[in-house]
């Protein structure tokens, strides 16, 4: 089975046909994101539950939530990924099925998966490896990893968290490769979220398993953000930079950012401290009500540059100076290096930032741009004195030029293409989907992977940021039914090289009327 061939059909009645994707590889010997491309940069987007806990949570606050997070333009700053927590999503039949809650998603799981990709965002999804969830209102894997991994599929998420409660005796090192092996089974490519809280030590073994890993216990409980609850989780996973990078990272929980409780200054220390770390960024607030320094801080696109630098460095405490707190070791995409200074302390503090610190030989001319404040200086020699309030912080980008070019972020108007088809045989459709980079540069085009079924053809072209991914269909020989494909697509940053996180999508295709061929059901 070549690496490439991972485009998955299905037929009607959702059944999976899979192509490639995974099979005849030995998952464990490498890392799962080799196989699938994704999260190569931190996964960016937004879970219910830091804010709402399980109660409120349905389709009605899912929806205004991606209308929030469209309207206050974190879309266009990279946020992807929203769905429900554990909000009371399914429930298991009698033949052992899930069932989506319909009183709570009237929709049903797969229509509300529909809508977040007709936004051009991509739907994630919660659930548990143990017997139920956490709160024992969901259930949960156990005994069901294939079927309900194969439900994940059909409901078309493209990322699951799998929670850590009521495990009944299970350890993190068994069950979740288990699970990784009925995810990949039911050959939908997804973000795959471990959520042990650090248990079982995930970042010693987990990169060919998932794609990131809760390194702490929960950041807050549900409407209870805790600045002090937030720098203990920041500081367990400091300790473990040498762990993360691309599509392997360290994850602190989700973001507290924009809740009730704390200040601005806090808010964005927090924000600059899960970019240094290169942590997921999940927003966990309500983005329905958000401040405008929320907002602000939220898609500071400059910082989210360092979050979303392709080297996918996680930077650590290079030294301590009083209460502050030299955070680098994080070099970027174009040579440049981000620094933080933190100061968790009560008084002002003034630092001296060598060019040593930043990862420069002394002797270096630098240029110095605050991630904050938007200005250059430069250059200069020798030390830069950075002035810090209590509890704030100093994010800086440091060059030996005066260019802060920004990695890509890639911002599609639609993750899904739908087609219906009277069953002519001469008939002939087209859609297209636009596929833009925010970042600084004109990307390479996209290449879209080979094993595409006969009655799907995908061209792509460029202007300038933007490129367009053209769907032809062809329903010459279909029968009536349902046809479904995966699209995926990969791309490379071209000042570093490296790969970019790839690119999926769903094309849909209802043949019906009389049709070329036999019934497809
Ligand atoms: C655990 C997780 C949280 C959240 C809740 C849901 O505590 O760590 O992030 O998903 O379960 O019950």
Redesign the pocket.
């Given at each position: 089975m070549t690496k490439l061939a991972r485009i998955v059909t299905t037929v009607s009645m959702g059944l999976l046909l899979l192509v490639g994707f995974g099979r005849g590889e030995d998952p464990a010997a490498k890392l799962r994101s080799d196989q699938d491309g994704l999260a190569l940069t931190p996964p960016m987007g937004w879970?219910p539950?830091n804010e709402f806990g399980?109660e409120p949570q349905n389709e009605k606050l899912i929806k205004e939530t991606v209308e929030a997070l469209v309207r206050s333009g974190m879309k266009e700053a990279g946020y992807t990924y929203i769905g429900p927590?554990?909000g009371i999503c399914f429930s298991r039949d009698a033949s052992g099925k899930l069932t989506p809650n319909l009183a709570r998603y009237p929709s049903g799981l797969r229509g509300l998966g529909d809508y977040v990709h007709q936004q051009g965002l991509k739907y994630a999804l919660?659930t548990d490896a143990g017997t139920h969830?956490?709160?024992k209102a969901m259930p949960g894997t156990k005994g069901h990893e294939f079927e309900d991994m194969k439900a994940f599929a059909e409901w078309r998420a493209d990322y699951v968290?799998v929670?850590w409660?009521n495990t009944a005796g299970q350890t993190p090192q068994t069950a979740y490769p288990k699970l990784r092996d009925a995810q990949l089974a039911a050959g939908r490519p997804l973000v795959f979220s471990l959520?042990s809280?650090g248990q079982g030590q995930p970042w010693k073994w987990a990169a060919s398993v998932g794609h990131l890993w809760?390194t702490t216990e929960?950041i807050c409980e549900p409407g209870k953000a805790s600045w002090t609850a937030a720098l203990k989780n920041v500081e367990a996973n400091e300790k473990l930079s040498a762990s993360a990078g691309p599509g392997h990272w360290n994850d602190p929980?989700?973001m507290i950012t924009g809740m009730s409780g704390l200040s601005e200054v806090q808010n964005r220390s927090l924000f600059s401290l899960w970019c240094m770390m290169a942590s997921p960024l999940m927003a966990g607030n309500d983005l329905r009500s958000m401040t405008e320094s929320t907002v602000k801080i939220l898609t500071n696109r400059e910082a989210i540059g360092i979050n979303q630098d392709p080297l996918g460095i996680q930077a650590r405490i290079v030294r301590k100076d009083g209460a502050a707190e030299i955070w680098a070791g994080k070099r970027l995409f174009d040579g440049s290096q981000a620094v933080l200074v933190f100061n968790p302390g009560e008084a002002p503090a003034q630092v001296q930032v060598t060019p040593g610190d930043a990862g420069f030989e002394e002797s270096a001319s630098l240029y110095v741009r605050d991630m904050w404040t938007h200005q250059t200086s430069g250059p200069r020699a020798g030390s830069i004195r950075v002035t810090v309030g209590p509890k704030d912080v100093a994010l800086l980008r440091i060059s030996k030029t005066s260019s802060f070019p920004l990695p890509p972020i890639i911002v599609a108007d639609s993750y899904r293409v739908v087609f219906h088809a009277s069953g002519n045989s001469a008939q002939k459709l087209a859609k297209a989907i636009a596929v833009k980079n925010n970042g600084s540069s004109e990307l390479p085009l996209w290449k879209v992977s080979p094993g595409l079924p006969s009655w799907l053809s995908v061209t792509v072209t460029p202007s300038g940021k933007t490129q367009t991914f053209s769907n032809q269909v062809s329903v010459a020989g279909l029968g009536r039914g349902h046809y479904h494909a995966v699209v995926k697509a990969d791309n490379r940053e071209p000042l570093s090289g490296l790969p970019m996180s790839a690119l999926y999508y769903d094309v849909d295709l209802e043949v019906s009327g009389a049709a070329g061929g036999p019934a497809n059901n």
């Amino acid at each position: 089975m070549t690496k490439l061939a991972r485009i998955v059909t299905t037929v009607s009645m959702g059944l999976l046909l899979l192509v490639g994707f995974g099979r005849g590889e030995d998952p464990a010997a490498k890392l799962r994101s080799d196989q699938d491309g994704l999260a190569l940069t931190p996964p960016m987007g937004w879970y219910p539950w830091n804010e709402f806990g399980q109660e409120p949570q349905n389709e009605k606050l899912i929806k205004e939530t991606v209308e929030a997070l469209v309207r206050s333009g974190m879309k266009e700053a990279g946020y992807t990924y929203i769905g429900p927590d554990e909000g009371i999503c399914f429930s298991r039949d009698a033949s052992g099925k899930l069932t989506p809650n319909l009183a709570r998603y009237p929709s049903g799981l797969r229509g509300l998966g529909d809508y977040v990709h007709q936004q051009g965002l991509k739907y994630a999804l919660y659930t548990d490896a143990g017997t139920h969830t956490c709160s024992k209102a969901m259930p949960g894997t156990k005994g069901h990893e294939f079927e309900d991994m194969k439900a994940f599929a059909e409901w078309r998420a493209d990322y699951v968290k799998v929670d850590w409660c009521n495990t009944a005796g299970q350890t993190p090192q068994t069950a979740y490769p288990k699970l990784r092996d009925a995810q990949l089974a039911a050959g939908r490519p997804l973000v795959f979220s471990l959520c042990s809280w650090g248990q079982g030590q995930p970042w010693k073994w987990a990169a060919s398993v998932g794609h990131l890993w809760r390194t702490t216990e929960d950041i807050c409980e549900p409407g209870k953000a805790s600045w002090t609850a937030a720098l203990k989780n920041v500081e367990a996973n400091e300790k473990l930079s040498a762990s993360a990078g691309p599509g392997h990272w360290n994850d602190p929980d989700m973001m507290i950012t924009g809740m009730s409780g704390l200040s601005e200054v806090q808010n964005r220390s927090l924000f600059s401290l899960w970019c240094m770390m290169a942590s997921p960024l999940m927003a966990g607030n309500d983005l329905r009500s958000m401040t405008e320094s929320t907002v602000k801080i939220l898609t500071n696109r400059e910082a989210i540059g360092i979050n979303q630098d392709p080297l996918g460095i996680q930077a650590r405490i290079v030294r301590k100076d009083g209460a502050a707190e030299i955070w680098a070791g994080k070099r970027l995409f174009d040579g440049s290096q981000a620094v933080l200074v933190f100061n968790p302390g009560e008084a002002p503090a003034q630092v001296q930032v060598t060019p040593g610190d930043a990862g420069f030989e002394e002797s270096a001319s630098l240029y110095v741009r605050d991630m904050w404040t938007h200005q250059t200086s430069g250059p200069r020699a020798g030390s830069i004195r950075v002035t810090v309030g209590p509890k704030d912080v100093a994010l800086l980008r440091i060059s030996k030029t005066s260019s802060f070019p920004l990695p890509p972020i890639i911002v599609a108007d639609s993750y899904r293409v739908v087609f219906h088809a009277s069953g002519n045989s001469a008939q002939k459709l087209a859609k297209a989907i636009a596929v833009k980079n925010n970042g600084s540069s004109e990307l390479p085009l996209w290449k879209v992977s080979p094993g595409l079924p006969s009655w799907l053809s995908v061209t792509v072209t460029p202007s300038g940021k933007t490129q367009t991914f053209s769907n032809q269909v062809s329903v010459a020989g279909l029968g009536r039914g349902h046809y479904h494909a995966v699209v995926k697509a990969d791309n490379r940053e071209p000042l570093s090289g490296l790969p970019m996180s790839a690119l999926y999508y769903d094309v849909d295709l209802e043949v019906s009327g009389a049709a070329g061929g036999p019934a497809n059901n």
